[in-house]
């Protein structure tokens, strides 16, 4: 089953490694004798899946997620090793998802406003007057 990112970006099913173990967490004894905790691996230095750009995007946004030119994501939320897989597949898609997406525009540094300086310095005066009528009257 190919994991389907984005409208344009397809990770085929042959890229995807999958690694089951016993997993902590809901189930009670169910939980010592079937592997349901799921770890997806998608290695994305050699993946054939993204262009070259995009790749040089996410081995920089992702940074410490990836270990060896891969990224990994577990899931042991669930009971069931299908609902893990599933689970796994969607935090694998978001993560690349968040890292492929264009982050948030870079402010436009602007001048203050003149209204807006003309109540900061009225505001510092009324403070530096309550400051002031909080000392000690002078001994003349």
């Known amino acids: ?13 042959r890229e995807l490694s999958w690694r089951f173990s016993r997993s902590s967490g809901p189930g009670g004894q169910h939980v ?21 750009g995009q790749r040089d995007l ?17 899931a042991s939320e669930q009971r069931s090793q299908l ?5 796994a597949l969607r935090k694998l898609a978001e993560l690349v998802n968040r890292g492929l997406s ?23 005066q009324q403070r530096s007057t309550t400051k002031q009528n909080r000392q000690r009257p002078s001994a003349e």
């Not at 402010?107 to 003309?118: C, D, E, H, I, N």
């Open 32 to 52: 010592n004798t079937t592997d349901t905790r799921a770890e997806l691996s998608w290695n994305v230095a050699e993946s054939t899946a993204i262009s070259d």
């Open 83 to 87: 609902r893990n897989r599933e689970t």
């Open 1 to 13: 089953m190919d994991l389907e990112v984005s409208p344009g970006i397809t990770i085929p099913e």
């Open 58 to 74: 996410l081995l920089t946004r992702l940074g410490d997620r990836v270990v060896a030119g891969s990224v990994t994501v577990a």
């Open 102 to 124: 264009a982050g948030p525009r870079q402010r436009r540094a602007t001048r203050p406003t003149r209204g807006s300086v003309r109540r900061h310095l009225a505001a510092k």
